[in-house]
């Protein structure tokens, strides 16, 4: 670890394939959506029970002893208003869009955390970021698509928390394992109210169990490595590149219409990433 903690282009390679991992779970839960029955809170309670699984699984392995109750039952918590909200936003928004949304907003907590830490950046690279979101979501007159992009921010912002909490940890596999695992009894407890709406699909559940144990739990573990090599605001930044890649796998896979509009006002973001990526700087020691 110590060895691959001074290997940029390693560092690089990893941080494009969690980036890859994390728009195919943007993927899997809209093709859920659009393509299956399920409903949200069944979807939430099966990602969440599927990763849980995986990372026991990985954690027993290893042999580690669980994290405490009071730091576990709150990530869990955070994690699971992610996963929650994130369920029933995509149901009104597109693979793009809503990944563009959720990591947009998961810059906010993160860009804060920075920047108390003494972290400077881009002031021109966070207006482009943000103007280039608020540009990418001007089309839109459905509020029905407004309330999905609402309950995406909301996923976003508790991401963001998430992330800013697993950098702390020294162990990603114990502290995402724990976190999954406490988040469990959450879901289950939300699919009470939500009984008269659950529909049993089992496509649906298949792509919830894809979502959960691979591009969920073993992203995470990988992202925490890759989360701690960086600054605050650069982690947050790096995070827009995925509704790039979500664009083109719901193009691929969906069919999803990207239009020259979306195109051009995702670039801006982009662009904005790139300067903030590239301008931010930690606090002299």
Do not use: C
Request: proline fraction near 3%; charged fraction near 10%.
């Amino acid at each position: 670890m110590k060895q691959l903690k001074q290997d940029l282009p390693m560092l690089t390679v990893l941080t494009v394939v969690t980036m890859m991992a994390f728009a195919a779970n943007s993927l899997l839960t809209r093709l859920a959506f659009q393509t299956t029955h399920i409903d949200p809170a069944s979807f939430t309670a099966a990602r969440l029970g599927a990763g849980a699984v995986v990372l026991l699984i990985m954690k027993k392995m290893r042999l580690m002893h669980a994290a405490g109750a009071r730091e576990a039952w709150t990530s869990a918590a955070i994690l699971f208003g992610y996963a929650i909200a994130m369920s029933y936003a995509y149901r009104g928004i597109g693979t793009g869009a809503g990944a563009l949304v959720l990591f947009a907003a998961a810059q906010v907590p993160m860009a804060l955390s920075g920047y108390r830490k003494g972290e400077r950046t881009s002031s021109l690279g966070i207006v482009l970021a943000l103007g280039g979101l608020i540009a990418f979501l001007q089309p839109w007159r459905s509020s029905a698509t407004l309330g999905s992009a609402a309950l995406m921010a909301v996923a976003g912002i508790a991401w963001g928390l998430y992330s800013l909490r697993g950098k702390a940890t020294g162990n990603a596999v114990q502290w995402t394992a724990d976190s999954f695992i406490y988040a469990v009894p959450m879901a289950v407890l939300w699919l009470l109210p939500t009984w008269s709406f659950i529909k049993g699909d089992l496509s649906g559940l298949a792509y919830a169990a894809l979502s959960g144990a691979i591009t969920s739990a073993l992203s995470y573990v990988l992202w925490y490595w890759v989360r701690s090599q960086m600054t605050a605001t650069g982690a947050g930044a790096v995070q827009l590149s995925v509704p790039v890649l979500s664009v083109v796998l719901g193009a691929l896979v969906l069919g999803e219409h990207v239009s020259a509009w979306s195109l051009m006002s995702a670039g801006v973001t982009l662009v904005g990433v790139a300067l903030i990526s590239m301008r931010t700087t930690r606090p002299a020691q």
